[in-house]
């Protein structure tokens, strides 16, 4: 079976192992802090597939941002990364094949070989970390969309009537009311509007400090403020499912990401397969946590390479 | 070049003719009212088969409804259609291959292969009519998801507040604000929200009574009360068409049914370009009318039939 170096670029750290086409991990996991320029992250990563050369048939990588249609670049500046970061050709690292794709196309291919999403025919997979992020894979193929740009999840509207405008500059988009961030919006918004913040442990709080930690928290201890909230954002994340099963009618939808552990998956099926128009979908949370993006670049690098 | 026998069993007829793989069609389109029951209507059909049986290769049928993954059946009931029209096994018809796909699939590879969409990468199609249905083809194949029901973009929601009930029974589905109903919804909120229905020509019709011809036609006679609705309207298919446009990534959006002759499409696209995360999204008016269904039928047995 052929193998593949996955490396996972991430904001802090490059994280890289060899994987196999079933997404099998072959090789002990290593990670190296990522430089602070762009010249410097295209030498460690050069140096990183030199030290594997011989024992691979590709190279993927995993990383934030969008990526072109070639699969060869990271068009988009992400504020984790240099300057430069954009410029870089990733192709001309080696004569082996490389594959770059965004991190979240990557989650969903680990998922969908290896993961959570193993064996069903089309896995919708949502990240809900800071923001929400997505991909789409149905009968193996990642589906990219027409500049490789598809699955921008987080920016679906759910209000039409520009109600709370979203980091992003623009009104109601999905993850200004169901992220992490979403969250912590939900907790203002709330404050000012439900009475029991009048009565809940954070009433002396400013609405707007009032943390994602905070809220969880809160729900474990019982208060009434923070589980209305809490609900809140269960809410306006699920109307953004039902609205993705819809469109998508998925046989599996994995939840990825940081905010994915105070989800409870079961309860959200339940209510999915009640709303949605087509009822047969399992919610699951994913399971390649931060190997990931690692595994996703190395099981896509070995799909492209082999076509 | 290999020919299909296209079929649109509509509510009222059928609809049918000889295509090529390009969508070209090669004979006369002939017509027959569609019969009451669902026997009549399978010999109805087996008859048409027979008719044009030494000019084809394969046989593709349009129809309203969800279509099984098989693309054999039509599973859900449609009001138009007979009781147990979801019995049939229409590949039983002939022994050539048959291949049935839902009306709104047939007509987004109608306006792919040789209409509006021609030439593009990923091809969005929305049908804004009574109601509002889509399809979506990206490299020259359709995604339909895990059980052939994707693409149920009327249900979208653009609204997370349980505000206005839906026909379908749920709450705040795109095409109840932005399809032709959802037009007459808007005017019937409209009459108790907007000052300018006081001075309207339709100041003294019960506001449920305003139809979509009313505002329409009030429209070109400069009416403020019915350029206010319309405008809502149009703002309401605007943020579906966003959101459809971030998840899709598409290089062309296709706009049919009854209600696009009064969409301004180049306005649409400048909007839809400015809003959307990525932009370069062509927003074009179907080219195909009537015929989409049974060219789109034709085209797509023609390509299930070569793999």
Do not use: H
Request: hydrophobic share 35%; charged share 25%; with cysteine.
């Amino acid at each position: 079976m052929k193998k593949a170096l996955g490396i996972d670029i991430g904001g802090t750290k490059i994280l890289y192992g060899i994987v196999n086409e079933k997404g099998e991990i072959l090789s002990e996991l290593k990670k190296t802090p990522t430089p602070k320029t762009a010249d410097e992250i295209y030498s460690t990563l050069k140096k990183i597939i030199e030290e594997n050369y011989n024992d691979i048939d590709a190279v993927g990588l995993s990383s934030a941002g969008a990526v072109n249609l070639e699969n060869t670049r990271v068009l988009s500046s992400t504020p984790n990364l240099p300057d430069g970061y954009n410029q870089i050709d990733f192709s001309t690292l080696s004569d082996k094949k490389i594959y770059v794709e965004n991190d979240a196309n990557c989650a969903c291919a680990a998922e969908y070989q290896n993961g959570a999403g193993k064996g069903f025919r089309t896995v919708l997979m949502i990240t809900i970390g800071t923001g929400i992020g997505g991909g789409m894979i149905s009968e193996g193929k990642l589906f990219r969309g027409s500049t490789g740009n598809a699955l921008e999840v987080g920016s679906l509207k759910i209000f039409a009537d520009k109600r709370q405008k979203c980091t992003c500059g623009r009104y109601d988009c999905w993850e200004s009311y169901a992220s992490g961030t979403g969250l912590k919006n939900c907790a203002k918004t709330g404050a000012q509007t439900y009475p029991e913040f009048k009565t809940s442990i954070y009433k002396d709080k400013l609405p707007q400090d009032i943390t994602t930690y905070d809220i969880t928290d809160g729900v474990e201890k019982n208060d009434d403020f923070c589980v209305k909230v809490f609900n809140q954002w269960i809410d306006y994340m699920f109307v953004g499912l039902v609205s993705l099963t819809d469109i998508f009618n998925p046989d599996c939808i994995v939840i990825s990401g940081g905010m994915c552990s105070f989800i409870d998956v079961e309860d959200l099926e339940k209510r999915i397969n009640e709303e949605s128009v087509v009822s047969n979908t399992k919610v699951k949370t994913a399971l390649t946590g931060n190997n990931a993006g690692m595994i996703g670049a190395g099981v896509l690098a070995l799909s492209a390479s082999s076509r």
